[in-house]
């Protein structure tokens, strides 16, 4: 058996996905920017994939800005964010993705801004008491708080962070890569002024996703070159990839409540069936369904030999996962995010990540062999 357990990092294409885009490159093939009837066709699917977008985050297509994935929408948020509203100060926490933690660091290191870290508890959970001195004693601020952890799966209260961001006036990033698809987003009500998304995580084609810009900010573009997506992102569109955005996400919200509870029961029956079998295992970040995402559960297991083959040991087995453990030093190159938290570094710990087609034959097949690894390693 082969099982998939990273749908964190990416997801199988669905086959309707596919199905669109290969529609689409069997018969589209003319450049958008062109006047010419081939282009216009194509600009007209391009206009149509933005609006599904946009109608189904309730807010207006000429919000929403196609890029080539969750990294460059991070760094446009907040580069340009920054820049064009001239702001001194940022806010974010040790936990972010390294497509929001790096940028911000070089910004800060460049003399740019001045960098503040939230605090978080053992569980990944963001102080908002915190959050609220942090806005109050500095200037005018960029908040970059992502929405749901992808290591620990620990999910942000984002309609309270866009309430306080008000308060303060400050411009509010999030980073949605792991929520869109997996949750409604409602941005008439939702105060975020930047939110992103990556298509391949929703079932979707790499190399593609989009920025939703609030209409109260304004930001010029990060890559020029020409007037595409109305002069905010120059280059050629990736049209096959839109479309299959488009169709991902118009899925995706179709079936959202069935897939949110097949999987959460799928994520509970393995949490529970690793409590049975293996002694010592515990969980990191929220494991409380109300605060967590349903699709990951970071696992720790105990002390063992050879803790650093645990991967390779699964992927031997034929289970894909991901992980690691804390840093146990400056020079580790170890999770940022487990040692923020303040896990051990002496305990491996695994990412399993689930999407719509895992199945519980593979969390008995995944634990056994988990159990049989701790057992020889003990």
Do not use: W
């Not at 509203?85 to 929001?100: G, Q, S």
Request: proline share 3%.
């Amino acid at each position: 058996m082969r099982v998939y357990f990273d749908n964190a990092a990416t997801t199988a294409l669905d086959p309707e996905v596919l199905k669109e885009m290969y529609k689409v490159m069997e018969g589209q093939f003319g450049n958008p920017s062109s006047i010419h009837s081939h282009g216009r066709e194509v600009r007209t699917l391009i206009e149509r994939s933005r609006k599904t977008v946009a109608n189904l985050l309730h807010t207006s297509p000429a919000e929403i800005f196609f890029t080539s994935g969750g990294t460059e929408a991070d760094n446009t948020a907040i580069r340009c964010g920054i820049i064009d509203h001239k702001l001194t100060h940022a806010i974010t926490t040790k936990l972010e993705h390294h497509a929001v933690i790096h940028t911000l660091q070089s910004m800060e290191k460049s003399g740019t801004i001045k960098l503040s870290y939230v605090d978080v508890d053992c569980k990944g959970n963001v102080d908002y008491n915190h959050l609220e001195t942090l806005l109050k004693d500095n200037e005018r601020s960029l908040v970059s708080l992502m929405h749901a952890n992808n290591e620990l799966g620990t999910i942000t209260d984002i309609e309270r962070v866009g309430d306080l961001c008000e308060a303060y006036n400050a411009i509010f990033h999030s980073d949605t890569v792991q929520t869109v698809g997996h949750y409604p987003h409602d941005l008439q009500k939702l105060k975020v002024h930047f939110m992103v998304c990556a298509a391949h995580k929703l079932h979707g084609p790499k190399g593609v996703g989009f920025l939703h810009v609030n209409h109260k900010v304004k930001i010029n573009p990060m890559i020029y070159g020409g007037a595409q997506e109305r002069n905010m992102r120059g280059g050629t569109e990736n049209v096959y990839g839109i479309a299959g955005l488009a169709k991902a996400l118009e899925l995706a919200y179709t079936e959202m409540g069935t897939h949110q509870t097949y999987i959460q029961d799928l994520k509970s029956y393995m949490m529970a069936k690793m409590i049975h079998e293996i002694p010592g295992v515990a969980f990191n970040g929220e494991t409380d369904p109300a605060k967590s995402l349903y699709t990951v559960l970071n696992t720790s297991f105990p002390e063992m030999d050879m803790a650093d083959m645990l991967l390779f040991n699964l992927d031997i087995a034929g289970i894909s996962a991901s992980g690691g453990s804390a840093c146990s030093s400056g020079s580790d190159i170890g999770s940022h995010v487990l040692t923020a938290i303040g896990a051990s570094a002496d305990r491996p710990s695994v990412r399993f990540s689930f999407s719509k087609y895992n199945t519980k034959d593979e969390v008995d097949f995944t634990v056994a062999k988990l159990k049989e690894l701790c057992m020889v390693s003990a």
